[in-house]
């Protein structure tokens, strides 16, 4: 048996359950059949749509880990009889059946996702499987709480939630935001030594953290003397060299320093919270007139699979449909040429062209205490930029069609009273974001447009 084999198995003994381990299972956490496919980041487009996804290995762990991973933030969703919105496990559990038949291994969630619902939803679906089928990956959601013994009980809750006795993946969640808060966080209270003994007892299986906000941070701690299996961050072919000053690092800049140090990158945000894959007609139509029979968001995602440091790249498939094309593009993954990478590079330049808000809908703002429906307000806004009903003045040649598309689509977009004009500016939102978005100042903006548009006054 080899050290990468004999990996996943000693960390079963460590926890007294290596009964559970029976002779012929796969311990790289896929079927037989795909682990047989072996590592496929080099395939050729000959090899394209024969359904065998793409596998890259942990070097750490020996992992043999899909390339598509399933980001567990974006759940179907559904109304109770109370009105109130929660998952619809029904359909969670037929998106992971559906991933695992076909080859997807790694399922990302968080304590904070889904305003608390992810984990146990998908702790629900995953327990249907046996556990070698799948990876785990879950976070340290500690933005608000930085005592000791609540941080533990957070960690513990996961494993509750989740229904598991270890975790493949454990991240420090949402680092960047500044020195202090990381120290706050995780140095001056013990934490994190408290998850570096997590890991030497087996519990934790791969620690790494997550990255939004400062390069201070992310130098700091990945230099801080402290072995990180894995980092998460935002990469896609937007954010390579064109990520906003003062909100993030350029993606490239990112992944070398990994890369230095042979860390494995793991990534979040391919489609920058789906707007690679809603952009301006002019932009969709130079994407799908290179390649017609492929979708816009496959260009995203062939971006991010490109790089061979990239262990997993996770999308938050609400959809079949969603989870159907990402699967088309990693079974197998078709490598970018050097033509096409210009070609992204130049579409990132124009991209940036068009005013959007950097909404990642990743929904950390809500619930808004005044019940505003955030991400809905600025989403509807970045979708009419891109479709032109965004006018600029009543001297446009579009203002009449654009103000009537604007103001309609808007009242079916987001509740009466979930609108713009109930934002009382308190700024709670903001603390957040990790995007860093001035979340009032563009609420308050977007009230002030939708006013004039109302009164005419543009």
């Avoid at 059946?97 to 080859?103: F, V």
């Avoid at 500690?142 to 975790?167: A, E, P």
Wanted: net charge neutral; charged share 25%; proline share 3%.
């Amino acid at each position: 048996m080899t050290n990468n084999e004999n990996g996943r198995r000693g960390f079963l003994k460590k926890l007294g359950v290596a009964g559970a381990v029976m002779s012929g299972l796969n311990l790289f956490g896929c079927s037989k059949k795909a682990s047989e496919s072996g590592i496929s980041g080099e395939k050729t487009a000959s090899n394209k749509g024969n359904g065998t996804m793409t596998y890259r290995v942990n070097s750490t762990t020996g992992d043999k880990v899909s390339i598509l991973g399933y980001g567990c933030m974006r759940w179907p969703m559904k109304k109770n009889e109370a009105g109130k919105d929660v998952v619809d496990q029904e359909k969670v559990n037929e998106l992971v059946d559906y991933a695992i038949e076909h080859g997807v291994n790694f399922f990302d969630t968080a304590p904070v996702y889904l305003q608390g619902q992810s984990e146990a939803a998908t702790g629900i679906a995953l327990k249907r499987h046996p556990r070698d089928k799948y990876f785990i990956s879950t976070k340290m959601s500690n933005f608000g709480v930085t005592d000791f013994n609540s941080c533990v009980k957070m960690y513990q809750n996961s494993f509750k939630n989740l229904q598991v006795d270890y975790i493949d993946y454990y991240l420090l969640h949402n680092l960047g935001r500044s020195l202090d808060n990381f120290k706050q966080r995780f140095i001056d209270n013990g934490l994190l030594d408290f998850l570096l003994k997590e890991r030497e007892a087996g519990r934790i299986r791969n620690l790494g953290w997550s990255f939004h906000g400062d390069q201070e941070v992310f130098d700091y701690v990945l230099n801080m003397g402290v072995k990180w299996d894995f980092v998460l961050i935002q990469l896609n072919y937007v954010d390579w060299r064109h990520a906003d000053k003062g909100r993030n690092v350029n993606a490239e800049y990112l992944y070398n320093e990994l890369a230095k140090r042979n860390i494995s990158v793991n990534v979040m945000e391919p489609l920058l919270g789906g707007r690679l894959s809603k952009m301006n007609d002019h932009l969709v139509a130079r994407l799908t007139q290179r390649r017609p029979e492929e979708s816009v968001a496959s260009w995203a995602f062939r971006f991010a699979g490109h790089h061979p440091g990239v262990l997993t790249v996770l999308s938050g498939m609400t959809y079949k449909e969603h989870l159907e094309d990402n699967l088309h593009t990693y079974s197998p993954l078709e490598p970018l040429s050097e033509e096409e990478l210009v070609f992204l590079e130049e579409t990132a330049q124009l991209y940036k062209k068009y005013p959007v808000i950097n909404c990642n809908d990743c929904k950390y703002c809500m619930p808004c205490p005044y019940g505003i429906d955030i991400p809905a307000i600025l989403l509807h806004y970045n979708k009419c930029v891109n479709e032109g009903n965004v006018p600029k003045d009543s001297q446009d040649p579009n203002y009449r069609a654009a103000r009537r598309a604007y103001l309609v689509s808007y009242d079916r977009s987001v509740e009466k009273l979930r609108q713009a004009d109930h934002c009382t500016g308190c700024g709670q939102c903001n603390k957040h974001c990790p995007q860093r978005i001035d979340i009032p100042k563009e609420i308050h903006r977007i009230d002030a447009f939708i006013e004039q548009l109302k009164q005419e006054t543009l």
